[in-house]
T-cell receptor, first 111, second 110 residues
Framework: DAGVTQTPRHEVAEKGQTIILKCEPV?????LFWYRQTKIQGLELLSY????????DGGAFKDRFKAEMLNSSFSTLKIQPTEPKDSAVYLC?????????FGPGTRLTVL | GDQVEQSPSALSLHEGTGSALRCNFT?????VQWFRKNSRGSLINLFY???GTKENGRLKSAFDSKERYSTLHIRDAQLEDSGTYFC????????????FGSGTQLTVMP
């Protein structure tokens, strides 16, 4: 029974690059979340989809962050252009109604 | 302001002893989840509660929406229980997004 998968697990980017993070939710889950985790801010919500429709788009992240969900089994988070302050762990989670299941995360380092 | 206040931020226990973690909420929450971060960094679900209490092995959790708190009790702590524990709450209105506490770093000592 596959959980939430995320790729890549690690990403190193130069300042100004475009990076795309990928997430596959648990099969059958209608809700998908993107979070960012840093030591300073803890976990912050970036985007929330319900049945592929964008429901929440974190206000502070709108300008360079774009999450998409073109089908129910795949989502991407694009950061363009990257900045050093974007270095963090990016978590994807999915939910059918109640519990959220988290992926292993992508550790992004922007130089 | 912060909606979820988790305490303590760090906790040390000797093997075989127990303690409790607590999350206080500034507003009414619909449900709470407790997670433990594993060695890979993934957040592993421990409990999901919309009310009442749940128990699983040496862990027990309670959630009181009216009194705005949740607890996670650990008894007979083992070395492998060491790690970071988070509570996360669902607000009563709006989306299903989780609001996380700041985490508790638990260290179990021999």
């Amino acid at each position: 029974d596959a959980g939430v998968t995320q790729t890549p697990r690690h990403e190193v980017a130069e300042k100004g690059q475009t990076i795309i993070l990928k997430c596959e939710p648990v099969s059958g889950h209608n809700d998908l979340f993107w979070y960012r985790q840093t030591k300073i801010q803890g976990l912050e919500l970036l985007s929330y989809f319900r049945s592929k429709s964008l429901m929440e788009d974190g206000g502070a992240f709108k300008d360079r962050f774009k999450a998409e969900m073109l089908n129910s089994s795949f989502s991407t988070l694009k950061i363009q252009p990257t900045e050093p302050k974007d270095s963090a762990v990016y978590l994807c989670a999915s939910s059918s109604r109640d519990e959220q299941y988290f992926g292993p995360g992508t550790r992004l380092t922007v130089l | 302001g912060d909606q979820v206040e988790q305490s303590p931020s760090a906790l040390s226990l000797h093997e075989g002893t127990g303690s409790a973690l607590r999350c206080n909420f500034t507003t009414t929450m619909r449900a709470v989840q407790w997670f433990r971060k594993n060695s890979r960094g993934s957040l592993i679900n421990l409990f999901y509660l919309a009310s009442g209490t749940k128990e699983n092995g040496r862990l027990k959790s309670a959630f009181d929406s009216k009194e705005r708190y949740s607890t996670l009790h650990i008894r007979d702590a083992q070395l492998e229980d060491s790690g970071t524990y988070f509570c996360a709450a669902e607000a009563s209105s709006g989306s299903w997004q989780l609001i996380f506490g700041s985490g508790t770093q638990l260290t179990v000592m021999p």
